[in-house]
Nanobody, 125 residues
């Protein structure tokens, strides 16, 4: 599956952004979709993931209650709705797909085989 991320930008603290991840291919519904991010000088980290059918959603503690990760399988698109943004949310955000079949979702960067290009999110204080 090929992924295309978009929607990043510059926003003030407390503001909102919505990232989109469009997938090419007819098997989008067969993948767990996730967002990971990488800040300057830091390792890439898990942000959020959503199960194939969209019922299960999982979040890093740092974004829980502020971010949501819906998906629309009919449109082959996953999203990351980011509210109450903080300067520490500044990073390059990547969408990723995992064909893992098991309970829950995986959270390690190495578990994801398919990646979109990153989109920069900058939150000013």
């Amino acid at each position: 599956v090929q992924l295309q991320a978009s929607g990043g930008g510059l926003v003030q603290a407390g503001g909102s952004l919505r990232l989109s991840c469009a997938a090419a291919g007819r098997t989008f519904g067969g993948y767990v979709m996730a967002w990971l991010r990488q800040a300057p000088g830091k390792e890439r980290e898990f942000v959020a993931a959503i199960s194939r059918g969209g019922v299960g959603t999982y979040y890093a503690d740092s974004v829980k209650g502020r971010f949501t990760i819906p998906r629309d399988n009919a449109k082959n698109t996953a999203y990351l709705q980011m509210d109450s943004l903080k300067p520490e949310d500044t990073a390059v955000y990547y969408c990723a797909a995992d064909d893992f079949y098991g309970a829950g979702v995986r959270r390690q960067t190495r578990d994801y085989d398919y990646w979109g290009q990153g989109t920069q999110v900058t939150v000013s204080s």
